[in-house]
Structures are given as structure tokens and as C-alpha cells.
């Protein structure tokens, strides 16, 4: 479990114009003031998660600096800015549903990566598994993922089946929550944490006087130790940072294969004697993995 800093005596859970929502080292929730670039969404700024050195003067609490992130989940706005969502989780859980909708694969990659990249634990947790005839989408979820070195779940909503063991996993430390819209992530998150309606509504009440639109997430703490950061499902997502140098890396599964590739800069695309290109012929690499591999590698070659 992520400790904070010695001279952290708040952090960050919602973020509204240029104050923020602080919980305090004592318990107590507290309005502060953003100081000058704090308010920057550039990744030098304030995001949800943050722990934080804050001064009170006069009665008015003010955050005077943003302390070392462990970790941070970051993703490319609209005009390809650097957006950080949330930092400091001990874990993010990418939630992609089985059946109405079906998340697609390249989905479940681009979350995933995003967490590997920020150095975020992943875990993943299928939703909706009394919708999935015969288990046939969750086993074929399985088969890709369970060899990775991350938890996988599958839980229904509806019949209470997984959930035990998903309590279980957030009683302790900072879990994010993280999914493309209607895939049942405010259902599992109501489920699974006790008040986290009530809980969210008294975060999102203050914020309602002018919620900064690109730091929508709300973290709520429940239990003894433990917190959620809650976060707006999302049509579409595009990982922040990446390379044509470290994407690779992103990928362990390619990865594995590419140290056997003839060319060291081979892009595994169509260069001669690649070990990629031939575990895609011989299906010991997952097509859907490839595309997820490919696509990001052309979205990177675009933006050059």
C-alpha cells in the first residue's frame, strides 16, 4: 500500500475552478486555494490523488505544493495535450463489459497501457458475466490475459457473483476505477463500496460550482484505510506518452518475441524475418493483440 510523504497533510479529492477539496491529515475535509501554476493541467498542476503540502492562514487553507507522485494515469486531450487523471493509486481497475455492450479488445489494451506506462497496477474485472452466453467472451478475455502479470475477475452486477473476492481487493490502499461508458462501473462501484453514492454526492456538491471539466475524477475514502477514485466513463481513450521507442515495452507479449526479430529497429510490420509477423502467422500471438500494437504504432507515426 502506497504510504504518503512525511510532509504531506492533505490530498486531493475533487477539483473545482481554481480550489480544490482537500482531505487532511486529521480526518477533516477542507476547501483550498490553488496557488498560481498549481492550477495548470499540464501534469505540473493539481489531479485528483495528489498529496500535498497546504497552509492555513487567516481560516483560508492553500495548497502550497504538490509533493512527489508515485504514479499518475495520464491520457491525450482533444488537441493532444497531456491530461493527468488521478495519481498515487495503489491499483486501477479497468472494467470492460462482456455483453451489451462488449468492450473491445483494443479498449481493454489502450486502459492497459495507459497503466503500465503511469505504473499503475492493473487489474482487470469483467462485468456482466450473466450476459455472457456460455462464458464464451470471458474465456477468450481469459486466454489473452491471464498469463500477464495483473489480477483478471469477472463479476455480474445483477447475481452478486465475484464480488466477495473484488471487496476484498479494495479493502485496503487507493483503488481507481476506469472504463469506456456503459460497461456497469457505477454499478459495481455502488456494490462494492458501502455509502459511495452519499459519499460521492457530498464530493460532487462542492465541486458543482464549476467542475473543471478535464479533472472530473472524485476520490472518496471508506472503510479505515481505503479510498476510490471514481472516474466519467469515456467514449474513446488515447494513452499519453508514449514513443515508438517505449510502446513496444507496453506490450510484453510482443515484446517477448520482437528480441528474436533479425532487424533491431524492426517495427514488426512487414520487415523480413520477423518473430512477431511469424507468431501472427503461427496464431501463438494474439491477432486482436497485434491490431491493438499496430494501431497505436500509427497513431504515433502520425502525430510525427
Request: overall charge negative.
Given at each position: 500500500m502506497l504510504t504518503p510523504p512525511p510532509q504531506a497533510n492533505g490530498r486531493v479529492a475533487s477539483i473545482a475552478r481554481r480550489t480544490c477539496l482537500l482531505n487532511l491529515s486529521s480526518g477533516e475535509q477542507t476547501e483550498a486555494v490553488l496557488r498560481g501554476k498549481l492550477f495548470d493541467y499540464d501534469g505540473s498542476g493539481v489531479t485528483v490523488g495528489d498529496w500535498v503540502r497546504a497552509e492555513c492562514e487567516n481560516g483560508q487553507w492553500a495548497v502550497e505544493e504538490v509533493l512527489e507522485r508515485s504514479n499518475s494515469y495520464l491520457r491525450k486531450g482533444l488537441r493532444r495535450e497531456k491530461q493527468v487523471m488521478f495519481a498515487n493509486a495503489d491499483r486501477v481497475l479497468i472494467v470492460a463489459s462482456l455483453a451489451r455492450p462488449q468492450t473491445k479488445i483494443a479498449a481493454i489494451d489502450r486502459f492497459l497501457v495507459a497503466a503500465l506506462f503511469g505504473g499503475v497496477k492493473p487489474v482487470l474485472v469483467m462485468t456482466k458475466n450473466d450476459l455472457d452466453d456460455e462464458s464464451k467472451?470471458?474465456?477468450?478475455?481469459?486466454?489473452?490475459?491471464?498469463?500477464?502479470?495483473?489480477?483478471?475477475?469477472?463479476?455480474?452486477?445483477?447475481?452478486?457473483?465475484?464480488?466477495?473476492?473484488?471487496?476484498?481487493?479494495?479493502?485496503?490502499?487507493?483503488?481507481?476505477?476506469?472504463?469506456?461508458?456503459?460497461?456497469?462501473?457505477?454499478?459495481?462501484?455502488?456494490?462494492?463500496?458501502?455509502?459511495?453514492?452519499?459519499?460521492?454526492?457530498?464530493?460532487?456538491?462542492?465541486?458543482?460550482?464549476?467542475?473543471?471539466?478535464?479533472?472530473?475524477?472524485?476520490?472518496?475514502?471508506?472503510?479505515?484505510?481505503?479510498?476510490?477514485?471514481?472516474?466519467?466513463?469515456?467514449?474513446s481513450f488515447v494513452p499519453y506518452g508514449l514513443t515508438r521507442e517505449n510502446l513496444i515495452s507496453l506490450f510484453p507479449d510482443v515484446r517477448d518475441l520482437a528480441v528474436n526479430c533479425r532487424f533491431r529497429n524492426c517495427k514488426h510490420v512487414a520487415e523480413p524475418d520477423c518473430a512477431v509477423l511469424e507468431a501472427l502467422d503461427e496464431h501463438t500471438l494474439v491477432e486482436s493483440r497485434y491490431k491493438s500494437y499496430h494501431r497505436l504504432l500509427s497513431e504515433l507515426d502520425e502525430d510525427y
Open positions: 467472451r470471458e474465456r477468450e478475455i481469459r486466454a489473452i490475459y491471464e498469463s500477464f502479470d495483473f489480477p483478471v475477475f469477472s463479476v455480474s452486477n445483477e447475481t452478486g457473483d465475484g464480488l466477495p473476492q473484488m471487496k476484498g481487493l479494495l479493502s485496503a490502499g487507493t483503488s481507481a476505477i476506469i472504463g469506456n461508458s456503459g460497461v456497469g462501473k457505477s454499478s459495481l462501484t455502488n456494490l462494492l463500496v458501502p455509502d459511495l453514492e452519499l459519499r460521492v454526492r457530498e464530493v460532487s456538491s462542492w465541486s458543482g460550482k464549476g467542475t473543471h471539466t478535464t479533472t472530473a475524477a472524485l476520490l472518496v475514502r471508506f472503510g479505515d484505510d481505503a479510498a476510490l477514485i471514481d472516474t466519467p466513463g469515456m467514449k
